[in-house]
């Protein structure tokens, strides 16, 4: 069965380090999302993204976030310089269309900012 | 505003009794969509059902059960005979019908332990 795979499963960095978090959507979606979780809380949305264009975006994905289908495969999160409050689980997901038809998650990549 | 709540941060049940995790959302859109999610202790989010604002029929799927209730705002989920596999967290969201492409907004989640 398809899945979106997520890499590195693990990341530590250091405060202020850019880092990017790699994703693999199942392959013939067509919109990708990236959520945080924060641990023990709820799940958030950051950003939405389709024909190489962002959809839309929450108040959390500022200017030190982006995002980049750099290929037909991969979709990355990129934070610029990294802070503490950055240290959460992040979640890629895709779906084969928009419109709120399902979103298939990967397995998570827990970021932790020291 | 778009919001879910989920009221029940934990609950915890005797394997084979039947629970359920209530979820209340609040949306002025006509049309929308609402989900269940469960992660595991793994930690990955997966998808249990879907369910549009405009079938408010009840669906059962082997031991789970979902009532929808837009009268309430409500789109409860129950485990029927409940099983140590079934420990994990499980949330509830919403999302809106096109534009946004469909950004789901997630409620706090409930925890879940069953004991056997």
């Known amino acids: 069965e398809p899945e979106v795979t997520q890499t590195p499963s693990h990341q530590v960095t250091q405060m202020g380090q850019e880092v990017i978090l790699r994703c693999v959507p199942i392959s013939n979606h067509l919109y990708f999302y990236w959520y945080r979780q924060i641990l023990g809380q709820k799940v958030e949305f950051l950003v939405s993204f389709y024909n190489n264009e962002i959809s839309e975006k929450s108040e959390i994905f500022d200017d030190q976030f982006s995002v980049e289908r750099p290929d037909g495969s991969n979709f990355t999160l990129k934070i610029r310089s990294t802070k503490l409050e950055d240290s959460a689980m992040y979640f890629c997901?895709?779906?084969?269309?928009?419109?709120?038809?399902?979103?298939?998650f990967g397995p998570g990549t827990r970021l932790t900012v020291t | 505003a778009q919001k879910v709540t989920q009221a029940q941060t934990e609950i915890s049940v005797v394997e084979k009794e039947d629970v359920t995790l209530d979820c209340v959302y609040e949306t002025r859109d006509t049309t929308y969509y609402l989900f269940w999610y469960k992660q595991p202790p793994s930690g990955e989010l997966v998808f249990l059902i879907r369910r549009n604002s405009f079938d408010e029929q009840n669906e059962i799927s082997g031991r789970y059960s979902w009532n929808f209730q837009k009268s309430t705002s409500s789109f409860n989920f129950t485990i029927t005979a409940s099983q140590v596999v079934d420990s994990a967290v499980y949330f509830c969201?919403?999302?809106?019908?096109?534009?946004?492409?469909?950004?789901?907004?997630f409620g706090k989640g409930t925890k879940l332990s069953v004991k056997p």
């Open positions: 969201a919403l999302s809106p019908y096109g534009g946004s492409q469909g950004n789901l907004i």
């Open positions: 997901a895709s779906s084969e269309e928009g419109g709120s038809l399902v979103q298939y």
